[in-house]
């Protein structure tokens, strides 16, 4: 009987354990920056999941108002985000404010 014997090297070992921890995303903290709609999202609101697209508390209103999703922004770029909605400019955020509101004021003189 041959006995075989198999040498693993401890870097193929550490190699393979930094890929399998690399691979399991971390959840995220995102934030909505925009303005508030009754009965569907408020501004502030906290988000902890590993993107954007599975943050099922907005689904609904992202469905109704799909701008919404511009400014659900990870915690990250908080900061940026307030800043391009201060500073007054036409930029992508404050487009999107815009277009929220005026697809809010849409909803409600639907809903009366």
């Known amino acids: 009987m041959k006995k075989i014997t198999e040498t ?21 903290i ?39 999703k511009k400014l659900v922004v990870q915690d990250i770029n908080i900061r940026a985000t307030q800043a391009k909605l201060a500073d007054g ?3 992508a955020v404050t487009i999107a404010v815009k277009e929220i509101e005026k697809a809010a004021a849409a909803l409600d003189t639907t809903n009366e």
Do not use: M, R
């Not at 693993?8 to 995220?28: C, G, H, L, N, Q």
């Not at 009965?39 to 609101?45: D, E, N, P, R, V």
């Open 8 to 28: 693993v090297s401890i870097d193929a070992v550490e190699t393979e354990a930094v890929a399998a921890v690399e691979t399991v995303e971390e959840d995220k």
């Open 30 to 68: 995102f934030v909505y920056l925009g303005p508030t709609i009754g009965g569907l999202i408020q501004k502030g609101s906290i988000y902890k999941a590993k993107d954007k697209d599975s943050i099922a508390e907005i689904a609904l209103a992202v469905q109704k108002i799909p701008s919404i």
């Open 89 to 91: 400019s036409t930029n």
